[in-house]
């Protein structure tokens, strides 16, 4: 019985932050109908309503919103131990949770992190392609990727990558057809591409720096994204002047196919960092992953 009612608390707490059962019955590796079943049985043994499902949504209802915080953190320790034993295996073994942009993961994790599981192949890194800002600790990620001035200071922050420079570009194209801006304000006459940002839903508001003088541009355009591969790829077709870390358009500068303009008002900016909670003991495999990505 006291298997039973793990088993089951355990799919309380996968449902209950996943807020969907496919997804929990995925993580979990069971059937949507046997998770439904060990939800219903553990309400009708506690005679209480733990979550509220909908026909597009599943969320927990007060009491269960009590026993998650209760026992969730409980799970999240047992977890944390028995990666910590892999310590005492020849080698390390485990999965290692990762969520980050699309650009970080193609240019600097994979290439760093190949050689690593090349030479563990127990380890395994899970990597979530997101745009917002994912709070890592609910949803359950061993570490983020993000810009170094946009993460919370009660974290451990590790660089992993150079200092970032932002360029305004556009296609020649472009450029033979519409005057070149001399100066960021002149932006405000042109067809810019926009990211909008998934965590607040605002539009980037375009920031420029010369000579420790800020100013920040709202542009208008006909196109917004809310992802930065897409902004290159518009800008290459010759929709209009993109503004990203220059690292994302640099083989297309290179080979002329973008052109930069306001260079003297280029912004610099903090590098990507790998950063996770410091209140976490890391497993093996995340200290080997951590290693293998920090900034030499």
């Given at each position: 019985m006291m298997k039973r009612n793990l088993n089951d608390l355990l799919?309380?707490?996968?449902?209950?932050?996943?807020?969907?059962?496919?997804?929990?019955?995925?993580?979990?590796?069971?059937?949507?109908?046997?998770l439904s079943q060990a939800i219903s049985g553990l309400e009708t043994r506690l005679e209480i309503r733990l979550l509220t499902r909908t026909t597009r949504s599943v969320s927990?209802?007060?009491?269960?919103?009590?026993?998650?915080?209760?026992?969730?953190?409980?799970?999240?320790?047992?977890?944390?131990?028995?990666?910590?034993?892999?310590?005492?295996?020849?080698?390390p073994a485990g999965t290692v949770r990762i969520t980050c942009g699309d650009f970080v993961l193609r240019t600097l994790l994979l290439p760093k992190l190949s050689p690593l599981l090349h030479n563990y192949p127990d380890i395994k890194v899970e990597f979530d392609v997101n745009y917002g800002f994912r709070d890592i600790v609910a949803d359950r990620f061993d570490a983020g990727i993000r810009l170094g001035d946009t993460i919370d200071k009660d974290m451990i922050a590790i660089p992993i990558g150079p200092h970032q420079t932002m360029a305004a570009v556009a296609t020649p194209t472009y450029f033979a057809q519409h005057p070149i801006p001399q100066h960021p304000q002149d932006l405000i006459?042109?067809?810019?591409?926009?990211?909008?940002?998934?965590?607040?839903?605002?539009?980037?508001?375009?920031?420029?720096?010369?000579?420790?003088?800020?100013?920040?541009?709202?542009?208008?355009?006909?196109?917004?994204?809310?992802?930065?591969?897409?902004?290159?790829?518009?800008?290459?077709?010759?929709?209009?002047?993109?503004?990203?870390?220059?690292?994302?358009?640099?083989?297309?500068?290179?080979?002329?196919?973008?052109?930069?303009?306001?260079?003297?008002?280029?912004?610099?900016?903090?590098?990507?960092y790998l950063y996770y909670p410091s209140r976490r003991q890391p497993s093996p495999a995340f200290t080997l992953v951590a290693d293998a990505l920090c900034l030499r």
């Open positions: 799919c309380f707490v996968t449902v209950a932050r996943e807020g969907s059962f496919t997804r929990a019955a995925a993580l979990l590796g069971v059937t949507q109908s046997a927990a209802t007060e009491a269960g919103e009590r026993l998650l915080n209760a026992i969730g953190n409980r799970f999240d320790e047992i977890e944390s131990e028995l990666d910590a034993l892999t310590a005492m295996r020849d080698k006459e042109h067809n810019c591409i926009n990211i909008r940002f998934p965590t607040h839903g605002g539009l980037y508001v375009w920031e420029f720096e010369k000579n420790g003088k800020q100013l920040n541009v709202h542009v208008d355009g006909q196109l917004i994204f809310n992802a930065s591969h897409h902004i290159v790829d518009a800008a290459l077709q010759g929709n209009g002047i993109a503004y990203l870390p220059e690292a994302e358009f640099e083989p297309h500068i290179k080979a002329g196919r973008l052109v930069k303009v306001l260079e003297d008002w280029s912004l610099s900016f903090a590098g990507y």
